[in-house]
DNA sequence: TCTGGGGTCCTAGGACCC
DNA sequence: TCTGGGGTCCTAGGACCC
């Protein structure tokens, strides 16, 4: 049996990474892309991190920062990312025997057996190489025996640049001296929470929280926190997950652009995300039992009346058919909706799920048969993802005044024909 | 004035049953 | 004043991730 061996593909600064990819005249320049509705930077160049502009911060914190110094700024433009993303992970799938594809700008690599055979230092320049020249991504690579410890290697190789973006920590000692000077947030599985307890129990650093007895760890935190003492230490007890997980619930809930006071503008809202819900639940070809509804104003603010509610229901039976969840959806804003609030956010859940003919008739509707559903909602998938354009139900708003606001955002290079990129 | 969105796993404790 | 024990299932909440 070998000893396991992954590497940790990490995308430098993906989004703005991708944003630069179709803008050569911002090379070397710092870019900072933002999260929904344009209110925090979720990606900085290594340009605009150098400028110390915070990961996280909200926009109008850093708007001087940004004026002064020139900072290009994007919108997320996710169907951009997702695009890039696939493809830098099927040119990882090539090089790769088996790959986990851990978000969309991370990938974990089993290289268990790949070591007899060649240089690993070697074999994560030739991935380097190759993502850049196949898609135009930079990329890091962390090698160790487990999963934690690549996460650190590949950090290391991200922030040491005599490491030419690639750290093999395969050897024992090598990996001590890297603990000993990694602070506990940075270790994967160990957030704020965890680190202020271990820091009062007098650890403060990785090599500290590895030379723990992982028994007494379990009792005193979790099952999570023993495996972390153990993967510290190089014993692997995370595997590889090729196939991912069948999903358990599906979310799609955003802050709207301008806050809404209007029933007629929250029920477009409500049935805009009901249908990109019953959408994703249909490309994992799943049917939901249970949907779940919630809104609220804005909780940081000291002068506006506070509201927030939720509400579930059971569907007679499980279903992706937009036009039952919305209708369920709009049945549930009924029930919670108060006038005389200005809200803020608003979302729509999907639980309980069932494959296609397992669940229960039911017992009322013997033989509820939806023969046109099927039909109807795989047409309209099709021409949604054609590229061409969008059809959707009118309930979800034609205008959409509480959309979302995406002030700076570059065009669907990759996945909207008429946003090709012209070259003159 | 302005603070994202979408997920997972684990644990404790209550409800319920015999 | 007295009032078992053990098991399962479900849910809420906490913690983490990117």
Redesign the pocket.
């Known amino acids: 049996m070998n000893t396991p061996c992954y590497a940790l593909v990490d995308c430098n600064s993906f989004y703005a990474s991708c944003e630069k990819l179709f803008r050569p005249d911002l090379k070397d320049r710092p870019v900072v892309v933002l999260?929904?509705?344009d209110?925090?930077v979720?990606a900085r160049s290594a340009e605009a991190r150098r400028l110390r502009i915070g990961m996280?911060v909200?926009l109008?914190q850093v708007r001087d920062l940004i004026q002064r110094n020139e900072v290009t700024v994007f919108s997320s433009n996710y169907a951009l990312y997702a695009d890039l993303s696939a493809r830098v992970m099927r040119t990882l799938e090539e090089m790769a025997p088996a790959v986990e594809i851990?978000?969309?700008?991370?990938a974990f690599l089993d290289l268990g057996g790949i070591e007899t055979s060649r240089d690993l230092l070697d074999f994560g320049q030739e991935i380097r190489r190759t993502v850049d020249r196949w898609v135009g991504v930079p990329v890091s690579v962390g090698i160790a025996p487990t999963k934690t410890l690549a996460?650190l290697a590949n950090h290391a190789a991200k922030r040491y640049g005599r490491t030419e973006g690639v750290v093999d920590l395969r050897d024992p000692a090598r990996q001590r001296r890297l603990l000993a000077i990694t602070p506990l947030k940075e270790?994967?599985?160990?957030?704020?929470?965890?680190?202020a307890r271990l820091e009062a129990m007098g650890i403060h650093n990785a090599l500290q929280l590895a030379n723990t007895d992982p028994r007494l760890m379990?009792k005193a935190f979790?099952?999570?926190v023993e495996r972390t003492v153990r993967e510290l230490n190089g014993e692997a007890c995370i595997g590889l997950d090729e196939i991912p997980?069948a999903?358990?619930?599906?979310?799609?809930?955003?802050?709207f652009g301008t806050r809404i006071t209007d029933y007629r503008d929250m029920r477009e809202a409500i049935s805009d995300y009901a249908s990109r819900a019953a959408e994703?639940l249909r490309e994992e070809q799943r049917y939901a039992r249970v949907v779940t509804i919630y809104l609220r104003t804005?909780p940081?603010?000291d002068r506006d009346p506070q509201y927030s509610n939720a509400a579930s229901t059971e569907l007679s039976l499980p279903s992706n058919d937009s036009r039952e969840i919305i209708a369920a959806c709009q049945g549930l804003l009924r029930a919670v909706y108060r006038d005389g609030y200005r809200y803020?956010?608003a979302?729509v859940m999907l639980n309980d799920f069932y494959e296609a003919g397992v669940f229960q008739a039911d017992l009322f509707n013997p033989g509820q048969e939806r023969p046109h559903a099927k039909a109807l909602m795989n047409t309209l998938d099709q021409i949604n993802h054609s590229g061409l354009g969008r059809v959707f139900f009118a309930g979800q708003g034609i205008r959409k005044e509480w959309g979302m606001q995406r002030a700076h955002l570059s065009p669907r290079y990759t996945t909207s024909w008429k946003d090709l990129p012209l070259v003159r």
Do not use: F
């Open positions: 999260s929904n509705n209110g925090c979720v996280g909200p109008y851990y978000s969309i700008d991370e996460k270790i994967w599985g160990i957030g704020s929470r965890l680190s379990r979790s099952v999570v997980a999903k358990q619930q599906i979310i799609c809930s955003r802050t994703k804005n940081h603010s803020m956010k979302g």
